[in-house]
């Protein structure tokens, strides 16, 4: 599905940020965009660049993770402007939200994300963590997007096996 234009695309991000009333990493909003949104992951990045650009959205780092937050011009953004998008769009987008809440909350002890490093490669980082603190971080270099994001995916769906793995080769 395409969207009507760019503002509706930069409402539709500010929307999921501020709904989910907490920071977010790059993996987490591309999850719940592909799913819920007719935005495409280049578009999204596009996006994230210039609403941090514009101020609407902070880019954060909290050990080694990316993550945004919509800034209070955000959301005053956002709530001025919040009649462009269509309700259907934002019922699509709560039901996608209600149900991945407790994934995003998952998500926030494993993580996953990937970053092209400027060279042809893309950089790979996954951590999982208790308490606030890290249990294991990897970071990997690979020779492609869709290595990088099975990566990530696997990391996701099977933190515990990676663990026991990566404890096992030290012993």
Do not use: H
């Amino acid at each position: 599905m395409e969207y009507a234009n760019d503002t509706q695309d930069k409402l539709i991000v500010l929307y999921i940020i501020s709904k989910l009333n907490k920071s977010i990493t790059n993996l987490q909003m591309v999850d719940l965009i592909l799913d819920s949104t007719g935005i495409d992951y280049f578009t999204l990045q596009d996006l994230l660049i210039r609403l941090q650009n514009a101020g609407l959205i902070n880019l954060f780092y909290q050990n080694d993770i990316r993550y945004y937050k919509i800034t209070e011009e955000g959301e005053q953004l956002l709530d001025s402007l919040m009649n462009l998008v269509p309700e259907f769009i934002l019922f699509r987008i709560d039901g996608k939200i209600e149900d991945s809440k407790k994934e995003v909350q998952q998500k926030s002890v494993v993580y996953a994300d990937f970053f092209p490093d400027g060279k042809g490669l893309y950089q790979v980082k996954c951590k999982i963590s208790e308490g606030g603190e890290p249990l294991v971080e990897l970071s990997i270099s690979v020779n492609s997007r869709e290595q990088a994001i099975m990566i990530c995916n696997d990391w996701y769906e099977n933190p515990s096996k990676y663990y026991i793995d990566i404890i096992k080769m030290f012993n």
